[in-house]
């Protein structure tokens, strides 16, 4: 016999207080499958586990610590389903929207490529990084009646680009 429960002790034990334990699940639990499946897993990871059973006497302690621990985990699973389907799910654009629109922005990718250097410098820092048009002109080191050249220059050479693709 190998130090531990042996299979048969812990089968006779399981057999004798199956209904106690399903009665201890059932405290913790609210329905009578998950009751059933706890303290049904709590047998086989006993099972697995007996060798750590070092006093038969103490197999009985094990499983219901075992099926306390594993209704707990349980109902944790449920708390964190129950999380999850409460938070409305976010607005999402559908599959022709998002296709539409990554051809739209390979459209104005392509466009922007054909501005002259300073144009593009100028609506990329004006329009995608945010900055007003003397941030603009301190980072490009150029007046500020440069960057609102370059931009509306920008622009009206887009506009007529796009235009002739749609």
Do not use: W
Request: charged content about 25%; proline content about 2%; aromatic content about 4%.
């Amino acid at each position: 016999m190998a130090a531990g429960t042996t299979v048969d002790h812990l089968t006779e034990t399981y057999r004798a207080h199956y209904r106690s334990l399903l009665g201890l699940a059932a405290l913790l639990l609210d329905d009578t499958a998950s009751c059933e499946d706890v303290v049904q897993e709590a047998f086989i990871r006993v099972h697995s586990a007996r060798s750590r059973v070092r006093e038969p006497e103490k197999t009985l302690a094990y499983l219901r610590q075992t099926v306390v621990n594993l209704s707990r985990s349980a109902l944790r699973r449920r708390i964190l389903g129950l999380k999850l389907l409460s938070k409305p799910m976010p607005d999402m654009a559908s599959a022709e929207e998002g296709a539409y629109d990554q051809l739209e922005r390979d459209a104005l990718i392509k466009a922007m490529r054909g501005l002259q250097r300073r144009q593009r410098e100028v609506l990329v820092l004006r329009y995608f990084a945010d900055m007003t048009e003397a941030q603009v002109a301190t980072t490009l080191g150029i007046s500020l009646g440069s960057v609102k050249a370059y931009g509306s220059r920008g622009i009206a050479a887009l506009r007529v680009v796009m235009e002739a693709q749609a």
